[in-house]
């Protein structure tokens, strides 16, 4: 290779991983701070149901942040996901529903 191309390589190598760096810096400082606006509708992606039919930790924390958001006005709507898996005997966003219409 050429001392002209190698040079060429190097800029383009540093200034691809410049960007990258920049945008990783910028992604977690701008995930340190707490949104602390209005949003038009809280989202909740499914996860996991047990098999007793009770929301998995990790769906369920998500689901009563959503009701929290919702009861201090902050969001109007909110939107459960989530179907039923291959051997599942509860579809994930009816029982995240019946959650939060229980709350």
């Not at 190097?10 to 977690?28: D, P, S």
């Not at 047990?50 to 998500?62: C, F, I, M, Q, T």
């Not at 599942?88 to 709350?103: C, E, N």
């Amino acid at each position: 290779m050429s001392s002209k191309k190698r040079r060429r390589w190097r800029i383009v190598t540093g200034a691809v991983a410049a960007w990258f760096l920049l945008h990783m810096v910028y992604i977690t400082v701008d995930g340190l701070h707490t949104y602390r606006g209005h949003a038009d509708i809280a989202i909740v992606l499914g996860n996991r149901v047990e098999a007793d039919g009770r929301l998995s930790p990790v769906l369920e924390g998500p689901v009563l942040r959503a009701l929290a958001l919702y009861r201090e006005g902050r969001v109007p709507r909110i939107m459960v996901s989530g179907g039923k898996g291959l051997h599942a005997a509860y579809i994930v966003g009816d029982r995240s529903l019946q959650l939060l219409l229980v709350y």
